[in-house]
């Protein structure tokens, strides 16, 4: 699996986004992964069944996408996160509140190993053989959301790292997006104030694909699970959500989007593509 190695903020093959910081930090690392766009999923570790299914579902709707899935390989959210990305065959990038040599917690030292057997990468501030102490894991979280062109959050209490991730990556201009919830469910309080504050939210893994095409462009490997683009001659809307697989709402609403972000226009009931003249969020 590889041996520890340094990188400095001088050198090339360190993470552009990290430069971001205040104070890029040197970061040790194993593995590698390609140059693809990275996105971020984080959430809770007290964390529902629902938000598991979800977690599992963008990790893996993130690689057939082929973007890089981000996270911390806590349990939980995080750890779902990662797992639909490498079942998917996609790459991950794990950042630790410890050494990369020390896997915590260790009922994920499977994820772990399949991270670094695959195309992944593990990464942290600290040296090898530091253990996760309580307090390491809030700075950790600033390089997730840096790293990461965007941060989504599936589930989040009232406190909580998601949260901190959420607002590092706001503070670095990384847009936010976050799944709504029932409004007495703990584990949607936090994804709801964020939304009521801005966040995007994200009605699922094919809007989730549709609001990152937005910000970042079109997918590494395509435009996935029929979010393809709209033909020159145009299309009508009644025939959208068969094309986009989704509901006619859902359909309406990515239009709308789209309109927004200078991708289409209406023309009555004909919806016609337009060039990009303004995309949400840093890339």
Known sequence: MGEPFLIRPEDGSYPAGLRDLEAPPPLFVIGETSASPAVALVGTRRCTSYGLGLALAFGR???NAGWITVSGLARGIDAAAHRG??????????VLG???DIVYPAENRDLYQRILQGHGMVISEYPPGTRPDRWRFPARNRLIAAISSAVVVVEAGEKGGALITARLGAEVGRPVLAVPGDIDRPASIGCNRLIRDGAIPVLGPEDLIAELELMLGAPPRGSAGGNGIIPASGVLIDDLPGIWRCTPAEALARV???E???QARRDGDLVLPEPVTRVRGKT
């Not at 990305?85 to 794990?94: I, P, S, T």
């Open 260 to 262: 927004i972000a200078g």
């Open 98 to 100: 410890s050494g990369v």
């Open 85 to 94: 990305c490498l079942d998917a065959g996609g790459e991950a990038v794990a």
């Open 61 to 63: 709707a993130l690689a």
């Open 256 to 258: 709308a989007r789209m």
